[in-house]
Nanobody, 115 residues
Framework: QVQLAESGGGLVQTGGSLRLSCTAP????????MGWSRQAPGKQRELVAS???????NLADSVKGRFTISRDNAKNTVFLQMNNLKPDDTAVYYC?????????WGQGTQVTVSS
């Protein structure tokens, strides 16, 4: 089992910013894609952003222009910079990686945006 370490969630006011990070164990190599999904209460989990090893990114329409995803391959870490946060962004955010033909998930970090 691959343990992913997430950090950076919290409470922020509308218009504020947060930066999430997620690190995979240093013992694994050649991670394919890395990304973030979120799940709000009563809603299905949705993809927020993903990034390939080569740096190609994919962002949900709802966060384009506000969120940026990046990764540090040397440190097996993926980041989600979230700016101009809105109450609709309130959710548990889950990191995921695609490695060795399997997908692994973090435990989730809460992001709450107050109006």
């Amino acid at each position: 089992q691959v343990q992913l370490a997430e950090s950076g969630g919290g409470l922020v006011q509308t218009g504020g910013s947060l930066r999430l990070s997620c690190t995979a164990p240093g013992s694994i190599t050649a991670i394919n894609s890395m990304g973030w999904s979120r799940q709000a209460p009563g809603k299905q989990r949705e993809l927020v952003a993903s990034i390939t090893t080569g740096g190609t990114t994919n962002l949900a329409d709802s966060v384009k222009g506000r969120f940026t995803i990046s990764r540090d391959n040397a440190k097996n870490t993926v980041f989600l910079q979230m700016n101009n946060l809105k109450p609709d962004d309130t959710a548990v955010y889950y990191c995921n990686i695609r490695w060795a033909w399997s997908t692994y998930w973090g435990q989730g970090t809460q992001v709450t945006v107050s109006s």
